[in-house]
């Protein structure tokens, strides 16, 4: 059974920094992805960061060279280091948990943690 349990958000200054985790368990490395998505009021969930089982990182545009996304097995957590931080970055940030589909080198996310909000202002 998948777990995912965020922490680490918060209210930040614009150009700020934090950093979010995500205790995940039940899940296997070599075969799931994982990933951050974030929901603002309105507007439809949004795929930020992924990490796939081969270690290939993915960044959303929007974040692309201000967010990284990293994982400490030890720890089965996975972070979401975020910089120079945008009054638009504020939402609800998820980790999501799912499966790497091989043929079409796509994740299928189908655990979803229960959130952390995160507001710049």
């Known amino acids: 059974h998948v777990q995912l349990v965020e922490s680490g958000g918060g209210s930040v200054q614009a150009g700020g920094s934090l950093r979010l985790s995500c205790a995940a368990s039940?899940?296997?490395?070599?075969?799931?992805?994982l990933g951050w998505f974030r929901q603002a009021p309105g507007t439809k969930r949004e795929g930020i960061a992924e990490?796939?089982?081969?270690?290939?990182?993915i960044y959303a545009d929007s974040v692309k060279g201000r967010f990284t996304v990293s994982k400490e097995n030890a720890k089965a957590t996975l972070y979401l280091q975020m910089n120079s931080l945008k009054p638009e970055d504020t939402a609800m940030y998820y980790c999501?948990?799912?499966?790497?589909?091989?043929?079409?080198?796509?994740?299928?996310?189908?655990?979803w943690g229960q959130g952390t909000q995160v507001t710049v202002s």
């Open positions: 039940g899940y296997s490395d070599s075969t799931y992805c």
């Open positions: 999501a948990a799912g499966r790497y589909v091989t043929d079409y080198d796509v994740c299928e996310y189908m655990y």
């Open positions: 990490l796939d089982p081969h270690g290939k990182k």
